[in-house]
T-cell receptor, first 116, second 112 residues
């Protein structure tokens, strides 16, 4: 049972283009959605996050768009750089419902390649 | 300086043996977690601890046992190792009530 799904599995864009990574979820109790960036040989690192009360969160070149009704969100990376080449994971937790157990459920990841 | 230390970085084990994966965090966090990453199931949740107490266990096998000897430690003991256990095991931590995890760099386990 995959509660968090990501698409596409892999994505290749040219330097300077906007990369769009998609994520959907099933559990209506999920209310917090962080995105993690992982480089080969390293652990995932928190990139940007959004709460379900918002529909947009921006941090520099990274923007999350969130649609609660459709249970979908997307990560937009504008002016993509070769250094953005990594695996991106969408995750979800039910912070308001779990009484302290902040388990993150991860999607299967999108491998982004940015060509110079 | 790394905020979460996982040791060892690489580990090769023989089928049937027992190993302990070490995790220490120096972030002052109260919650710690173990995740497993493999080609089949990227970032699969295993355990969560809060104030050294088990909060959630999604590991079907009792061969996996977390051990918390100190507030900032959460080790993972794996017994009767199988080749299917081969994966990268990540430790993470956060403040209790917060889902912003900091991950360690992982222990890459190969069972032969």
């Amino acid at each position: 049972q995959q509660q968090v799904r990501q698409s596409p599995q892999s994505l290749t864009v040219w330097e300077g283009e906007t990369a769009i990574l998609n994520c959907s979820y099933e559990n209506s109790a999920f209310d917090y959605f962080p995105w993690y960036q992982q480089f080969p040989g390293e652990g995932p690192a928190l990139l940007i996050a959004i709460r379900s009360v918002s529909d947009k969160k921006e941090d520099g070149r990274f923007t999350i768009f969130f649609n609660k009704r459709e249970k979908k969100l997307s990560l937009h990376i504008t002016d993509s750089q070769p250094g953005d080449s990594a695996t991106y994971f969408c995750a979800a937790s039910a912070e308001g419902a779990t009484g302290g157990n902040n388990k993150l459920t991860f999607g299967q990841g999108t491998v982004l390649s940015v060509i110079p | 300086d790394p905020k979460i230390i996982q040791k060892p970085k690489y580990l090769v084990a023989v089928t049937g043996s027992e190993k302990i994966l070490i995790c220490e965090q120096y972030l002052g966090h109260n919650a710690m977690y173990w995740y497993r990453q493999s080609a089949k199931k990227p970032l699969e949740f295993m355990f969560s601890y809060s104030y050294q107490k088990l909060m959630d266990n999604q590991t079907a096998s009792s061969r996996f046992q977390p051990q918390s000897s100190k507030k900032n430690h959460l080790d993972l003991q794996i017994t009767a190792l199988k080749p299917d256990d081969s994966a990268t095991y990540f430790c993470a931590s956060s403040q209790t009530g917060n889902s912003d995890y900091t991950f360690g760099s992982g222990t890459r386990l190969l069972v032969i």
